[in-house]
């Protein structure tokens, strides 16, 4: 499709929309002047993600802009669809590919009936995912924000979703799946946008909501294996919720239970091992979660060798995908600190992976999650032939070649006012050698605490 095909098909989806949303304030929603410029609509959205994942559409300096092709000549229902996005506070409009003709009208509606004026972002999120909308989402203009703030603040939602879970399955209520789904898709969105500034995240640890830090981290870290194995975007979300909600059913044992810092005894960890049932019985009573999700929360502990729990039957056929979130729960287990064991670097994590592969985990994905993360994992602290030490900010592009890199401390061992930015590839006039090079990984106990949001959050200009 060339430009020019783009911009008239561009401009023709903006125009059915607006149409659709004049229209409705004259008709019922079942009229054909309603429902007809909807189905136009999502019939030309096909042929766009042809070669794409996702379109967005901003509003910029009163100019709506669909992919960064602006549409000048408004028409009335073109300008009060305007009026109605700037109106109720909707900076960005994701459409994802798999949008249906039920998500552009229950979109449009929402436009329609929406009274309120400056609702914030994750005012309308909820709003969308309460009328059931699924392949549209709303996000902040991506002009002033950048990666890792939108990194964080999905991140951050996800932490507020795993806790009202937590929180309704504890006051005997049913949490909601369209959130727990929402949620993933926009987790997954941003990996495929900038994977560095997700993963980053799952590094920033808080031991005190280590239970929900780490159902976030572990869908996070699921998604990107998922993506590394080329799955389609349902399964990839399948995986993300199944990730999210793995732990779920531990709501269903004891408190003092969960939290004990010791060895369990023989009766506590038969306890334990009923959780994954518990969380399947959950999900089952969930709206929008897949079978497939189901599965992988109920056999994410069986072990690739069949000898974890529950105790698969031989003649069951185990969820290959359940897996990712076994190697994934593992990863982040290892990388975090709890009261009985030290938090291993994201190498020395995966050096012990390594190790209990073919056995607990399936030796394949704990590869492929190695090359998810890189040689050097984010997070990993490097010393450079310079002396310099620093810290692994995002894989080598491509995958191959050098990882990116900020440096924290001088040859000295003093730590820098801000975290610096260097390129590993850069070379070294007099000799046409790279001036840094990698020597080793350094222990970061070695050194005083550097906040990992100074170092992947942008300098202030």
């Known amino acids: 499709m060339d430009r020019r095909q783009m911009e008239s098909a561009v401009a023709g989806i903006v125009r059915l929309l607006g149409t659709s949303l004049k229209n409705l304030g004259l008709y019922p929603a079942?009229?054909?002047?309603?429902?007809?410029?909807?189905?136009?609509?999502?019939?030309?959205?096909?042929?766009?993600?042809?070669?794409?994942?996702?379109?967005?559409?901003?509003?910029?300096?009163?100019?709506?802009?669909?992919?960064?092709?602006?549409?000048?000549?408004?028409t009335s229902s073109l300008e009060l669809f305007l009026a109605r996005l700037g109106g109720i506070g909707v900076p960005a409009v994701i459409f994802e590919r798999g949008v249906a003709t039920e998500d552009i009208e229950r979109f449009v509606r929402f436009l329609h009936?929406?009274?309120?004026?400056?609702?914030?972002?994750?005012?309308?999120?909820?709003?969308?995912?309460?009328?059931?909308?699924?392949?549209?989402?709303?996000?902040?203009?991506?002009?002033?924000?950048?990666?890792?703030?939108?990194?964080?603040?999905?991140?951050?939602?996800?932490?507020?979703?795993?806790?009202?879970?937590?929180?309704?399955?504890?006051?005997?209520?049913?949490?909601?799946?369209?959130?727990?789904?929402?949620?993933?898709?926009?987790?997954?969105?941003?990996?495929?946008?900038?994977?560095?500034?997700?993963?980053?995240?799952?590094?920033?640890?808080?031991?005190?909501?280590?239970?929900?830090?780490?159902?976030?981290?572990?869908?996070?870290?699921?998604?990107?294996?998922?993506?590394?194995?080329?799955?389609?975007e349902q399964s990839r979300v399948n995986?993300?919720?199944?990730?999210?909600?793995?732990?779920?059913?531990?709501?269903?044992?004891?408190?003092?239970?969960?939290?004990?810092?010791?060895?369990?005894?023989?009766?506590e960890f038969e306890e334990i091992k009923k959780h994954p049932e518990e969380g399947y019985a959950i999900l089952g009573k969930m709206t929008n979660i897949q079978d497939e999700t189901r599965n992988m929360v109920r056999e994410h502990h069986m072990r690739f060798d069949r000898a974890g729990y529950p105790r698969p039957e031989p003649e069951l056929r185990v969820n290959p995908h359940s897996q990712i979130i076994a190697v994934a729960d593992c990863y982040d287990a290892l990388t975090t600190m709890r009261s009985y064991q030290k938090a291993r670097t994201p190498q020395g994590a995966l050096e012990i992976m390594r190790k209990l592969?073919?056995?607990?985990?399936?030796?394949?994905?704990?590869?492929?999650?190695?090359?998810?993360?890189?040689?050097?994992?984010?997070?990993?602290?490097?010393?450079?032939?310079?002396?310099?030490?620093?810290?692994?900010?995002?894989?080598?592009?491509?995958?191959?070649?050098?990882?990116?890199?900020?440096?924290?401390?001088?040859?000295a061992g003093n730590p820098l006012p801000s975290p610096e930015t260097v390129n590993l590839s850069e070379a070294d006039p007099a000799t046409g050698k790279p001036r840094r090079r990698i020597l080793g990984t350094v222990n970061p106990l070695f050194h005083p605490y550097i906040s990992l949001e100074s170092v992947f959050a942008p300098a202030p200009v």
């Open 239 to 267: 995986v993300g919720v199944a990730g999210l909600l793995h732990d779920v059913g531990k709501t269903q044992l004891a408190l003092d239970l969960i939290r004990k810092p010791g060895t369990l005894t023989v009766n």
């Open 113 to 232: 009936e929406t009274k309120e004026q400056g609702l914030s972002v994750s005012a309308i999120k909820d709003r969308l995912a309460e009328a059931g909308v699924r392949h549209i989402r709303v996000t902040s203009t991506e002009e002033d924000t950048d990666d890792f703030s939108i990194a964080r603040e999905i991140y951050g939602n996800a932490i507020d979703v795993v806790v009202q879970a937590l929180k309704d399955v504890r006051g005997g209520k049913t949490p909601d799946g369209a959130v727990c789904d929402r949620t993933v898709r926009e987790m997954n969105g941003m990996i495929s946008r900038n994977r560095d500034a997700m993963l980053a995240l799952t590094l920033i640890k808080n031991f005190d909501e280590y239970t929900f830090n780490h159902s976030v981290n572990v869908s996070i870290l699921s998604l990107a294996v998922a993506d590394s194995l080329g799955l389609s």
């Open 30 to 74: 079942s009229h054909p002047l309603v429902r007809t410029p909807v189905e136009k609509c999502c019939a030309e959205f096909l042929p766009l993600f042809a070669d794409r994942t996702e379109l967005a559409l901003t509003v910029s300096d009163g100019t709506l802009v669909l992919e960064g092709v602006p549409i000048f000549h408004l």
């Open 357 to 411: 592969a073919g056995k607990s985990i399936d030796p394949d994905l704990v590869q492929l999650l190695e090359r998810s993360l890189g040689v050097y994992p984010v997070g990993t602290m490097l010393r450079l032939n310079t002396m310099e030490v620093g810290i692994v900010t995002g894989a080598p592009e491509g995958g191959n070649g050098h990882p990116k890199m900020a440096i924290l401390y001088d040859r």
